[in-house]
Nanobody, 125 residues
Framework: VQLQASGGGLVQAGGSLRLSCAAS????????TGWFRQAPGKEREFVAA????????YYADSVKGRFTISGDSAKNTLYLQMTSLKPEDTAVYYC???????????????????WGQGTQVTVSS
């Protein structure tokens, strides 16, 4: 499985960005997928995940109501629509894929076997 994240950039607080993650093969029908982020000096943290079926989504409390995860199986692409961005959202964002079927798994970075290279999101105040 190969994942390629893109769409990051510099945006003012309150703005929006959409991240994309292009995947190889039948990634979305095989694996759960998610987004994680890592700010300088901090550990990688869970942002959002979507089940293999696409019927269930999960969000970190810090982004709930502002970010939306979705997948397009026909395009083999995972998205993260980010709105009302805050300076504390500044981080490198990574997409990931793995076998998950429980909430505890979805939010745990160690449960994901495949990772994209990351895309930088910077939110200025």
């Amino acid at each position: 499985v190969q994942l390629q994240a893109s769409g990051g950039g510099l945006v003012q607080a309150g703005g929006s960005l959409r991240l994309s993650c292009a995947a190889s093969g039948r990634t979305f029908s095989t694996y759960a997928t998610g987004w994680f982020r890592q700010a300088p000096g901090k550990e990688r943290e869970f942002v959002a995940a979507i089940s293999r079926s696409g019927r269930s989504t999960y969000y970190a409390d810090s982004v709930k109501g502002r970010f939306t995860i979705s997948g397009d199986s026909a395009k083999n692409t995972l998205y993260l629509q980010m709105t009302s961005l805050k300076p504390e959202d500044t981080a490198v964002y990574y997409c990931a894929a793995g076998y998950c079927s429980s909430y505890g798994c979805y939010i745990d970075a160690t449960q994901y076997s495949f990772w994209g290279q990351g895309t930088q999101v910077t939110v200025s105040s």
